[in-house]
């Protein structure tokens, strides 16, 4: 990296600077060199920022536009669930732990072909709180007959 700073084979200097020493030279290269770098660093920070910011942002209003739902499920559906399935896992009926999966009966995957109900697939009727092992198993495509 040093040895392309020569005054020569880097830029073609001012000819006021070229009555400086190559020495002093170099040094004020170096300066603006970091400078530079220092600047490119910084803004290219922000630019790959921005892009991520307007990236997301950008998805976000495409999926306002398809009027696609978010997997988002409120504490308020959760907690209903969990007090409608008496806190236990609507398939083994065990109890479940804090850490329970819902679980959309008809597959959030398939959200475009859902039309019961409000047409969103977020609804109540179609969520259900799993325990681990049985999201495991739902999530692995096994159907419950597989397990007897
Ligand atoms: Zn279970």
Same mark, same amino acid.
């Given at each position: 990296?040093? &040895? #392309? +700073?020569t005054?020569?084979n880097?830029?073609?200097?001012?000819t006021n600077q070229k &009555?400086? *020493?190559?020495? #002093?030279?170099e040094?004020e290269? #170096?300066?603006?060199?970091?400078?530079?770098e220092e600047?490119?660093?910084e !803004?290219? %920070?922000? +630019?790959r920022?921005?892009?991520?910011?307007?990236? %997301?942002?950008e998805?976000?209003?495409?999926i306002?536009?398809l009027?696609?739902? $978010?997997?988002y499920? *409120?504490?308020?559906?959760? $907690?209903?669930?969990?007090?409608?399935?008496?806190?236990k896992?609507?398939v083994c009926?065990?109890?479940?732990?804090?850490?329970?999966?819902?679980?959309?009966?008809f597959p959030?995957?398939?959200?475009?072909e859902?039309?019961?109900? &409000?047409?969103?697939?977020?609804?109540? %009727?179609?969520? %259900?709180? +799993?325990c681990?092992?049985c999201n495991?198993?739902?999530? !692995?495509?096994? &159907? #419950?007959? !597989?397990?007897?």
């Amino acid at each position: 990296m040093k &040895t #392309e +700073l020569t005054p020569s084979n880097y830029y073609d200097p001012p000819t006021n600077q070229k &009555t400086k *020493s190559d020495k #002093e030279f170099e040094k004020e290269l #170096e300066k603006a060199r970091k400078k530079g770098e220092e600047w490119a660093r910084e !803004n290219g %920070r922000i +630019l790959r920022e921005n892009i991520k910011m307007i990236a %997301r942002e950008e998805a976000k209003k495409e999926i306002k536009k398809l009027g696609i739902p $978010s997997r988002y499920i *409120s504490p308020i559906i959760k $907690s209903k669930l969990f007090r409608k399935q008496k806190g236990k896992c609507a398939v083994c009926k065990q109890e479940l732990e804090k850490n329970f999966h819902i679980d959309h009966i008809f597959p959030y995957s398939k959200k475009f072909e859902y039309k019961n109900g &409000t047409n969103n697939i977020n609804e109540e %009727r179609n969520l %259900r709180l +799993l325990c681990k092992e049985c999201n495991w198993v739902k999530g !692995n495509n096994l &159907t #419950e007959d !597989n397990l007897k």
